[in-house]
Every structure is written in structure tokens, then in C-alpha cells.
């Protein structure tokens, strides 16, 4: 299986993050969106001040590899409005994903008002703007219910104030790879886990990310259902290759 079109490359280090200067960030993110341009991957996920970096090497090479990036990463917890300002500079720098973290925090506490307004104007600005919209749950935060209850609410959300052709458009996310578990316990998708997001957030697509780490893990989430793979290892995954990598 040609699993190449399921992989969103990603590197979501800060320079802080990956002990590294601004300098050598800015090196390891255009070595991240060279490969995802030569090993013709679906997507390059970016960090929202390296998009017009990708924009601009993909154009360049006359490429078609999409450009996503995140959103009120990796806490969720920023405004709403935050949220908004953030994709709106994204989507003029070109980005063709937006994938924002829900505020899972407040959907634990029992905030749904803030949770249902966050996913209905998230989602609103993306198709208006002709995006793919993300809605990352972080499953490593959440227990089995809430991982029903939140996928089933962002797709009602979708069913309820959308048009069914936006549908495929607007994907449930399972992490972001930056969740602190404990006992070393994994912080992203797991087959149980991508398979109660699949049950619940259908029509919704769903993107597995972090915790694929071998080709064939990645085929095991395309034949669940998944339709993207999110993984810093884009380009061992795809050659057959386990990868060490965390994300």
C-alpha cells in the first residue's frame, strides 16, 4: 500500500523545545518541508510561524503538497477569539489545514457553551475560507466517555450548521504529540482509542496522530478507517522503516 497521501510530515518543535537556536530551527523546518516535497507527501504540518517559509518553498518547486498547521497549540486553552486571530494570520500566510486544539480542559470541566462555540466559529472561518478544519480532542487527556461525548459533539456541531459536502472537510484529531502522560503511558493514537473516535465522529474523517511509529501501524489505522497520519518519522514510515521518533 501506497501510504504517502495519508501522511501530514510534521514538526511542531519550538527551537526551545528542541534545544536548538532560532536559526537552526528555521534549518531542520526547511529540511522537513524539502522532504515532504521530494517524497510527495499529503501535507507538511508546521508550526504558524514557519507557513509562509512552506508557502514559499512550495511554490517555488511548483509542488503539491498542502500546508497545515496548528492552533491554539498545544494547550487549547487560549480564547476563542485568540484562536481566531491565529488561523486568520495562517490562512494569509497560506495555510491549507488549520488544525486548532479544542479546549479540552473546559469540555472536561463541563464548559460545553465554550467548547460548542470554539468548534462552530473555528469551523465556520475554515470553510468560509475553503480550508480543511482539524479539531484536535487529545485523547491522552481524556478517559473512553469523554472521548465519545467530545467527538460526538464537535460532529454534531459539523451536522447540525453545516451542508453534508463539508462534511469531509472537517476531520476529528486524535493529539498533538506534546501531552504529558505518566508512567510513560502513550500520549497519542492507540487502535482503541482511534476506533471510538471513528464510531463517534462519523460522517466526521478522523486523523490519527502521534504513537505511529512503524508502516505497519500506519496501514492498521488506514484499514480503521483513519484518513491522515500525522508523524514526525513521515518519510521511514512510508519506506517501510520503524521510527524512534516521538511524534
Not at 29 to 44: D, G, M, N, T
Not at 70 to 79: D, L, N
Not at 163 to 183: L, R
Not at 185 to 193: M, Q, R, S, Y
Amino acid at each position: 500500500m501506497n501510504i504517502r497521501q495519508y501522511l501530514d510530515s510534521t514538526y511542531l518543535k519550538t527551537p526551545l523545545q528542541a534545544g536548538i537556536t532560532e536559526s537552526e530551527s528555521i534549518q531542520v523546518a526547511k529540511e522537513y518541508i524539502q522532504e515532504a516535497i521530494s517524497e510527495h507527501f499529503k501535507l507538511i504540518m508546521i508550526r504558524p510561524d514557519r507557513v509562509a517559509l512552506a508557502k514559499e518553498m512550495i511554490d517555488e518547486a511548483h509542488s503539491n503538497v498542502q500546508i497545515g498547521t496548528v492552533i491554539g497549540f498545544p494547550e487549547g486553552t487560549a480564547s476563542v477569539e485568540e484562536k481566531l486571530k491565529e488561523a486568520n494570520q495562517a490562512i494569509q500566510d497560506g495555510a491549507d489545514d488549520l488544525d486548532f486544539v479544542c479546549n479540552y480542559e473546559a469540555f472536561k470541566n463541563d464548559d460545553v457553551a465554550l467548547v460548542k462555540n470554539e468548534i462552530l466559529a473555528g469551523t465556520a472561518l475554515g470553510l468560509k475560507n475553503n480550508k480543511v478544519v482539524k479539531w484536535i480532542i487529545e485523547v491522552a487527556a481524556l478517559n473512553e466517555t469523554q472521548i465519545i461525548q467530545l467527538s460526538a459533539l464537535i460532529k454534531n456541531i459539523v451536522i447540525s450548521n453545516f451542508e453534508e459536502e463539508d462534511y469531509a472537510s472537517v476531520f476529528v484529531k486524535s493529539s498533538t504529540g506534546f501531552y504529558k502522560t505518566e508512567n510513560n503511558l502513550p500520549n497519542g493514537a492507540t487502535v482503541p482509542t482511534i476506533t471510538l473516535m471513528l464510531e463517534n465522529a462519523s460522517p466526521l474523517p478522523v486523523k490519527a496522530a502521534g504513537g505511529v511509529r512503524t508502516y505497519e501501524e500506519a496501514v492498521e489505522m488506514i484499514r480503521l478507517g483513519v484518513k491522515r497520519i500525522g508523524t514526525s518519522g513521515a518519510k521511514a514510515i512510508a519506506n517501510g522503516e520503524n521510527t524512534p521518533i516521538e511524534y
